[in-house]
Structure formats: structure tokens, C-alpha cells
């Protein structure tokens, strides 16, 4: 199997984000970039490339929406189990056994 332009550009993109994550940056940038270039480099139509942006950011979105809503639901049952101040009567048995605040 032989490499094409779009793995090559694929990989640079990879490395590219990389390099921005280890420099704690903001990764949107070059993650859309580097989309939009490896579908240019596959396709070489710029039209597919902006095509293959958006179609990204929708299958993006449908996979992580589950997440979103796992973690909203339990950040509302965190504040519903706050507010009637069951997490201090969970905790209240063993109040003997933690010494101090870590």
C-alpha cells in the first residue's frame, strides 16, 4: 500500500495538533485546517474540502452529544443531592475516619 498527498497531509495535521496541545494552545484552529486540507489534498476540490468541515463538525457533535448529556444529568443530581444536603449525610458516618480536610 502507498502513501498518498492526503495521508501525508493527514499526518502533518496530526503532528500539527499535537505540537499545539503540548504548547497548551487552542486546538480548533488547526484541527479545522488540517480537515479542510486533507479533503483538498483527496479530493483536490475546495468546495469537498469546506463539505468535509462541516460534515466533521456534525458527526463530531451527534457522537459526543451522549456525553454532554451524561455529564449534564449528573452535574443536575450533584446540585439536587446539594441543595437537600444528602452529601453531608453520606459523608456524616465517617467523619471519624478523615482527620482533615484532604
Not at 79 to 96: E, K, S, T
Request: proline fraction near 3%.
Amino acid at each position: 500500500m502507498q502513501l498518498g498527498a492526503a495521508h501525508w497531509v493527514f499526518l502533518s495535521g496530526i503532528i500539527v495538533i499535537i505540537a499545539v496541545m503540548i504548547a497548551r494552545k487552542n486546538v480548533v484552529i488547526p484541527a479545522i485546517v488540517a480537515t479542510f486540507c486533507t479533503a483538498l489534498a483527496y479530493d483536490g476540490s475546495p468546495v469537498r474540502g469546506l463539505q468535509a468541515v462541516f460534515n466533521a463538525s456534525l458527526v463530531a457533535a451527534t457522537e459526543l452529544f451522549n456525553i454532554f448529556l451524561i455529564i449534564a444529568l449528573v452535574t443536575a443530581l450533584l446540585g439536587a443531592l446539594r441543595g437537600i444536603g444528602a452529601d453531608r449525610r453520606m459523608i456524616a458516618p465517617f467523619r471519624r475516619v478523615m482527620r482533615n480536610g484532604h
